[in-house]
């Protein structure tokens, strides 16, 4: 059976509208401009050809040798940045594109960075999606930010990490939050976490359990004992 566009589109319309309705909205994520930019940025564009299927599933999309947020954490960690339109945001790890899509949609004005191997892919995805938002693309070691256009309102770091480089602290303004999954413990769960800036030092918060592979450049030195 051949399915023609219109029929596609209003698919993965309706598919999106099953996402906010059936998973967002029961599981806590109520903001108006966050279900907004859910429904009306088709996931599946950003995703290759073998896992649009699973676009608005929480089925792990993987990401050279990482994880997507799936689409309810991601919703929570834009939700704890608690943006305004026209912040600017840094998202770290952007992987295939989708959030700063979602945030461009939000009328953010993101700052997307992926290191040298991810840095082509996403160059090439459509982040200014309904042209709201403004976005650049920046190819750069991820635990580096990028201080040219700090300070920064939020930090989305698609990813886990085991700690905060100082780096993205100073590119922080005051009173900005820093969002990611902390893989800090010892145990293989994380915690969805959001890192509040007051003076020089970060207050955390853990919302809640999560898990996503910790990024280049967050893991702590290991220490061997003799």
Request: proline content about 7%; glycine content about 8%; aromatic content about 8%.
């Amino acid at each position: 059976m051949t399915i023609e566009p219109q029929e596609a589109h209003f698919e993965t319309f309706r598919a999106r509208r099953n996402l906010v309705d059936g998973v967002l909205r029961p599981n806590g994520v109520h903001e108006p401009r966050l279900l907004g930019a859910f429904t009306q940025v088709p996931r599946e564009v950003y995703l290759p050809q073998d896992y649009k299927q699973f676009a608005y599933t929480e089925k792990r999309i993987p990401f050279l040798n990482r994880y997507s947020p799936e689409p309810l954490v991601l919703a929570h960690m834009i939700r704890a940045l608690h943006l305004e339109p026209h912040d600017t945001v840094l998202d770290i790890g952007a992987g295939d594109g989708y959030a700063a899509a979602l945030l461009c949609t939000m009328r953010m004005d993101v700052v997307a960075i992926e290191d040298e191997q991810g840095w082509g892919r996403l160059s090439q995805a459509p982040l200014q999606f309904k042209r709201r938002g403004s976005a650049m693309v920046v190819a750069s070691p991820l635990a580096s930010g990028y201080a040219a256009k700090a300070p920064y309102k939020g930090i989305l770091i698609e990813g886990g990490v085991e700690f905060i480089p100082a780096a993205l602290i100073d590119q922080l303004c005051e009173g900005g939050r820093i969002v990611a999954v902390d893989m800090s413990a010892s145990t293989k769960v994380g915690h969805l976490t959001v890192w509040t800036k007051i003076g020089e030092t970060l207050t955390p918060q853990r919302l809640s359990e999560a898990c996503l592979p910790t990024l280049s450049g967050f893991s702590k030195p290991r220490v061997f004992m003799l």
